[in-house]
C-alpha cells in the first residue's frame, strides 16, 4: 500500500476549465507538498502547507489534516498548465510521494 | 528568487566509471539538500537527506558505498556514483530546504535534474 495516493493518474481538459487533483495520504505529517514537474523534467514547488488553504495566482491548494487529505485546484486552466503534479508528504524524517496525475490542456 | 542549480544537465558515462553530481543553493544557505532518483514514467524517489557538515541519511535500499553524498558547505552538496552501471541511469534530482532546521517541513527549491547515462 502507497501512503500517498493521488487521483485521478491521468486528466484531459479544455481550456479554461476548473481542475481538481486530489491525494490522500496514511501517515501522520509535518507538511504536504504539491510539486509540478514539465516534460523536460524540471520540477517546481508549488505549495507547502501543513494546514488550511493557500492561493497563488490560479492555483489553490486545500489540506484536510483530520481526514489526510489535500487538492490541488487549478481555475481557468491553460495549456501550460500541461505538466505532471505531484504530491508529497513530509513526516519528520521521511518523503513519501504520489505517483503523480499527469494533466493535459487542450486549448 | 531562491535558485538551486544541479551540474551537469546531463552526462553520458561508461560503465564501471564514476561520475559526480553537484547541487548548488544560489542565493541561500541550505543546511539540508535531498537527493532524488526518478526512472522513467515513475514518481520521485528519495535517496538521501544530505546534512551540511555531516554524515548522508540514506533511504532503505540505497547504497551508502555507491552513492557517495558529500556536503562540505552551506551551498554545496556533491552526489557521486560509483562504479556506474547501466541500471543506474536515471534522472537524479536534488532539492534544498529553504528554511534551516526544518529540513522537509520547509519549502523545497528543487533543482533543474541531472539526466545521466550509463553505458
Known amino acids: 500500500k502507497n501512503e500517498v495516493e493521488q487521483s485521478p493518474q491521468n486528466l484531459t481538459a479544455q481550456e479554461g476549465e476548473f481542475i481538481t487533483i486530489n491525494c490522500s495520504y496514511s501517515?501522520?505529517?509535518?507538511?504536504l507538498h504539491w510539486l509540478q514537474q514539465h516534460p523536460g523534467g524540471g520540477i517546481v514547488s508549488l505549495f507547502m502547507l501543513s494546514s488550511g488553504k493557500k492561493k497563488h495566482g490560479r492555483l489553490i491548494a486545500t489540506i484536510n489534516i483530520q481526514e489526510k487529505h489535500s487538492s490541488l485546484h487549478i481555475t481557468a486552466s491553460h495549456p501550460r498548465d500541461s505538466a505532471v503534479y505531484i504530491c508529497a508528504v513530509n513526516t519528520g524524517n521521511q518523503f513519501y510521494f504520489g505517483t503523480g496525475t499527469s494533466l493535459t490542456v487542450i486549448p | 528568487g531562491a535558485v538551486v542549480s544541479q551540474h551537469p544537465s546531463w552526462v553520458i558515462c561508461k560503465s564501471g566509471t564514476s561520475v559526480k553530481i553537484e547541487c548548488r543553493s544560489l542565493d541561500f544557505q541550505a543546511t539540508t539538500m535531498f537527493w532524488y532518483r526518478q526512472f522513467p514514467k515513475q514518481s520521485l524517489m528519495l535517496m538521501a537527506t544530505s546534512n551540511e557538515g555531516s554524515k548522508a541519511t540514506y533511504e532503505q535500499g540505497v547504497e551508502k558505498d555507491k552513492f557517495l553524498i558529500n556536503h562540505a558547505s552551506l551551498t554545496l552538496s556533491t552526489l557521486t556514483v560509483t562504479s556506474a552501471h547501466p541500471e543506474d541511469s536515471s534522472f537524479y534530482i536534488c532539492?534544498?530546504?529553504?528554511?534551516?532546521?526544518?529540513?522537509?517541513?520547509?519549502?523545497?527549491?528543487f533543482g533543474p535534474g541531472t539526466r545521466l547515462t550509463v553505458t
Open positions: 501517515v501522520g505529517i509535518s507538511a
Open positions: 532539492s534544498a530546504a529553504l528554511i534551516p532546521g526544518l529540513a522537509g517541513a520547509a519549502p523545497q527549491i
